[in-house]
């Protein structure tokens, strides 16, 4: 609905009275969303009780992309648009890249929409996120599988992948309690908890990923500052050449193994 300046207006006190940091913007997305008014009113009522923007809306924008968000599935971070650039830059047309755990699937589709003809591949354990990844790579041509890590691939991938981009859960858990809500109440915790040192998951990866990358093929693994290292020695103890880059503008960190032979 286009909505009056009054519509907008109590639109923006409701969502800055529940505490919305951003209710103007909020509220202009909000409104350009909903039908019509009975439409409007449920919209702010889902944000108001604490659901994300991007649920409530269906979508959310990574890197210039618009990608769907469904209720239950993790929403995309500005910043892992640093590990997405990163893929991109790597990336060789028609290329065989994996987004490993991979969500709504943002990565992985904003790697195919900039390098041509990529074969892609998108995984997760999340039935759920695996349903909201296929609307989302369909666009690309690409594959969905659900199951455990690598375990769900087909065995013709083996040794033939490129690039493996991977934003799995990295938070410790005993830092989960202190998430903002939006991610503790709306985001399953499988999508977040990456166990007693945050690095758990990067360690199973690190064992498993050798057996999927071709020779001279790539795995980027986003992590944090603090347990960048971590995760670059889970990269380097399965015998992968590793190096870490950050981004001071999007506060992002990512640790790459190259596999050698
Ligand atoms: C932090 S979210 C990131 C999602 C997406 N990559 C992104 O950046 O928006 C981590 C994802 O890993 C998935 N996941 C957790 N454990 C997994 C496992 N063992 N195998 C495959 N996926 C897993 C979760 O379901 C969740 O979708």
Known sequence: MSGGPDVLRH????????????????????????????????????????????????WTRFDGLRVEVDAGVFVPRQRTAFLARQAIVIAQPGDVVLDLCCGTGAIGLAVATAVPDVELHACDIDPAAVACAARNVAAVGGHTWCGDLFAPLPQRLHARVDIVVVNAPYVP???????????????????????????????????????????????????STDQADLTAEALSAAGLATAIHASDELQATVAVGRRLG
Request: net charge negative.
């Open 173 to 223: 858990t005993a830092r989960i309690g202190f998430m903002p809500t939006e991610a503790r109440d709306h985001e399953p915790r499988h999508s977040l908890d990456g166990g007693v040192d945050g690095v758990q998951i990067h360690r199973r990866v690190g064992d498993e990923v050798g057996a999927w990358l071709r020779p001279g093929g790539c795995v980027l693994v986003e992590t």
């Open 11 to 58: 639109t923006v006190e409701t969502l800055r009275a529940a505490g919305c940091v951003f209710a103007e913007e909020e509220a202009d997305l909000l409104v350009g969303q909903a039908a019509d008014d009975e439409a409007l009113e449920t919209l702010v009522r889902r944000r108001v009780s604490g659901e994300p923007l991007e649920v409530v809306l269906g």
